[in-house]
Antibody, heavy 116, light 108 residues
Framework: EVQLVESGGGLVQPGGSLRLSCAASGFTFSSSWMNWVRQAPGRGLEWVAHIRKDGGEIHYVDSVRGRFTISRDNAKNSLYLQMNSLRVEDTAVYYC??????????WGQGTLVTVS | ENVVTQSPDTLSLSPGERATLSCRTSQTITYTYLAWYQQKFGQAPRLLIYDISTRASGVPDRFSGSGSGTDFTLTITGLEPEDFAVYYCQQYGTSPLTFGGGTKVEIK
């Protein structure tokens, strides 16, 4: 069974930094694209970034490019999101999502980031 | 960016009725890379349909997807109490991946 457990969320001041982690199990992590998707309180879903299985291809949504960095450690079955220069509008639940190609297939339960 | 628009915002129906949700993309999607997700309150989204019309594992056959090009539909035939939720469509053929704003299916 695919399991994705996010951690690292919390309260941070505008301009601050936070690093999210996602521990993956139940599948071959090194064979899967991985994503971060966020959802602001009471709002819809916004895809943030994804990374190819070998880390060799990465894409970001424009609103975070240059501030956020997605990375992975296949030896540790872990996905990361380094978030710098945080803004109030980055407040959201951040989901770690396993991909099948670019399809966002299996979702973690999310971790809440509050910028205030 | 391929903008995704869903309609209506809210659908008020009774159990047993048929729900028809619409999704439109601003550009023709790449291949058949269009998906639908269900999200219940306080839960993570769940993949329902991918490649326009393929049901994900464990999804009941009352859920069906159709469409092509820029216009797509999710149909729920015979709403069950557990189907009242928010539904999102998404194109995953071009970066950035984009979601529609969602359609809430509520009990009438």
């Amino acid at each position: 069974e695919v399991q994705l457990v996010e951690s690292g969320g919390g309260l941070v001041q505008p301009g601050g930094s936070l690093r999210l982690s996602c521990a993956a199990s139940g599948f071959t992590f090194s064979s899967s694209w991985m994503n971060w998707v966020r959802q602001a309180p009471g709002r819809g879903l916004e895809w943030v970034a994804h990374i190819r299985k070998d880390g060799g291809e990465i894409h970001y949504v424009d609103s975070v490019r240059g501030r956020f960095t997605i990375s992975r450690d296949n030896a540790k079955n872990s996905l990361y999101l380094q978030m710098n220069s945080l803004r109030v509008e980055d407040t959201a639940v951040y989901y770690c999502v396993k991909g099948s190609g670019w399809l966002t297939m299996n979702w973690g339960q999310g971790t809440l980031v509050t910028v205030s | 960016e391929n903008v995704v628009t869903q309609s209506p915002d809210t659908l008020s129906l009774s159990p047993g009725e048929r729900a028809t949700l619409s999704c439109r993309t601003s550009q023709t999607i790449t291949y058949t890379y269009l998906a639908w997700y269900q999200q219940k309150f306080g839960q993570a989204p769940r993949l329902l349909i991918y490649d326009i019309s393929t049901r994900a594992s464990g999804v009941p056959d009352r859920f069906s997807g159709s469409g092509s090009g820029t216009d797509f539909t999710l149909t729920i035939t015979g709403l069950e109490p557990e189907d009242f939720a928010v539904y999102y469509c998404q194109q995953y053929g071009t970066s950035p991946l984009t979601f529609g704003g969602g359609t809430k299916v509520e009990i009438k």
